[in-house]
């Protein structure tokens, strides 16, 4: 599969959509999932493009996982969540739906399942009080 370099995340990239951030440096970026699985969900990518995990260039991953951890810490500690679910799916059989490569953070609490994958847009008001805390919490 060809990079589309006008999939939503690029866009986001080059700031042509907004998009609510939440950590950004050199390498990779940080913002809300807009359709959350879970109370705080968040997604992180790098800005150097492959469709996914398996056409990336390996000299990402430790920018990615380096920021995947800060991030997956932050919005546990901003959730009071008792987990954190990462997530990553490559090609549309496996579920993906925006192909530029993305992992998922899910805070989790004890028995409260995930909600439907790309199911339902949250209400900015909520995204945005949820951002604001895990912005918080990565300042820490
Ligand atoms: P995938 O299905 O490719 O693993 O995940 C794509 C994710 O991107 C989904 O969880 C979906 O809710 C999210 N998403 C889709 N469009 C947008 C958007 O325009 N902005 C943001 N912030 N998230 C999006």
């Known amino acids: 599969m060809t990079y589309d370099t006008n999939n939503i995340f690029a866009k986001i990239l ?10 950004e440096d050199e390498h990779t970026l940080a913002f809300m999932d807009i359709m ?16 996914g995990l398996l056409d990336a260039d390996p000299i990402v991953f430790a920018s990615l996982f380096s920021t995947v951890q800060k991030v997956a810490r932050a919005a546990k500690a901003a959730m009071q969540a008792d987990g ?10 496996a579920g ?6 993305h992992v ?6 004890d028995g409260i399942a995930l909600k439907a994958h790309s199911g339902q ?3 900015s008001e909520i995204i945005k009080a949820n951002a604001e805390k895990i912005r918080a919490a990565l300042t820490i």
């Open 36 to 51: 959350p699985q879970a109370e705080g969900h968040c997604l992180v990518i790098p800005k150097k493009p492959s469709t």
């Open 84 to 93: 954190v679910t990462v997530m990553q799916f490559n090609g549309a059989a």
């Open 96 to 101: 993906q739906t925006v192909f530029h490569l």
């Open 14 to 23: 080059r700031g042509e959509i907004p998009c609510e951030k939440l950590y």
């Open 104 to 109: 998922h953070i899910l805070p989790r609490k």
């Open 121 to 123: 847009m949250e209400k």
